[in-house]
Antibody, heavy 121, light 107 residues
Framework: EVQLVESGGGLVQPGGSLRLSCAAS????????MDWVRQAPGKGPEWVGR??????????QYAASVRGRFTILRDESKTALYLQMDSLRPEDTAVYYC????????????WGQGTLVTVPS | DVQMTQSPSSLSASIGDRVTLTCRASQGISNYLAWFQQKPGTAPKSLIYAASSLQSGVPSKFSGSGSGTDFTLTISSLQSEDFATYYC?????????FGGGTKVEIK
């Protein structure tokens, strides 16, 4: 069974940093793209970025709103995905989910429970 | 970036109604379109991928259609568990983008 469990959320002051983790299990981690998606209170989901798998050379993609401030990392030995968030802003306040596609040419079927990040204004 | 526009933003419907939700892309995205259902406090649930393919385990009362820029999600007979917010999402190009959502409420 695919399981994604996020952790690391909390309250952080503007300009601060936070690192989120996503522990993955139940599948071959290195085979899959892994994504971060966030959802601000009362808003729709917003894609944050993607870690691309080994077969496709371990690259990353980011939304413009976080590029240069957020970094996605993956640790194959721990089957974990990370989101390093720096220079945090109030507009980064959201529930952050890690998510996975079941296969290529599909969209997010597997989601974690989410972790809340709050950046007060 | 591909902008996704959903309409209406909300609708009221009765149990047993057939409802159709619309999603429009700002440029052609072929059929790289997914639909999600979300209830408060939970992660989005994938219903449809590739514009018209039903995800495993999703009831057949949900159907999707469209290609290019215009897409629809139809719920053939609305039940109580279907009252939720629905989002479309394109995965044709980066950045991946979601629509603003359609909230389906009980009339």
């Amino acid at each position: 069974e695919v399981q994604l469990v996020e952790s690391g959320g909390g309250l952080v002051q503007p300009g601060g940093s936070l690192r989120l983790s996503c522990a993955a299990s139940g599948f071959t981690f290195s085979d899959h793209y892994m994504d971060w998606v966030r959802q601000a209170p009362g808003k729709g989901p917003e894609w944050v970025g993607r870690s691309i798998n080994k077969a496709d050379t371990y690259t990353t993609q980011y939304a413009a709103s976080v590029r240069g401030r957020f970094t996605i990392l993956r640790d194959e030995s721990k089957t974990a995905l990370y989101l390093q968030m720096d220079s945090l802003r109030p507009e980064d306040t959201a529930v952050y989910y890690c998510a996975r596609l079941p296969s290529a040419y599909n969209s997010f079927v597997y989601w974690g429970q989410g972790t809340l990040v709050t950046v007060p204004s | 970036d591909v902008q996704m526009t959903q309409s209406p933003s909300s609708l009221s419907a009765s149990i047993g109604d057939r409802v159709t939700l619309t999603c429009r892309a700002s440029q052609g995205i072929s059929n790289y379109l997914a639909w999600f259902q979300q209830k408060p406090g939970t992660a989005p649930k994938s219903l449809i991928y590739a514009a018209s393919s039903l995800q495993s385990g999703v009831p057949s009362k949900f159907s999707g259609s469209g290609s290019g820029t215009d897409f629809t999600l139809t719920i053939s007979s609305l039940q109580s568990e279907d009252f939720a917010t629905y989002y479309c999402q394109q995965y044709y190009s980066y950045p991946l983008t979601f629509g603003g959502g359609t909230k389906v409420e009980i009339k």
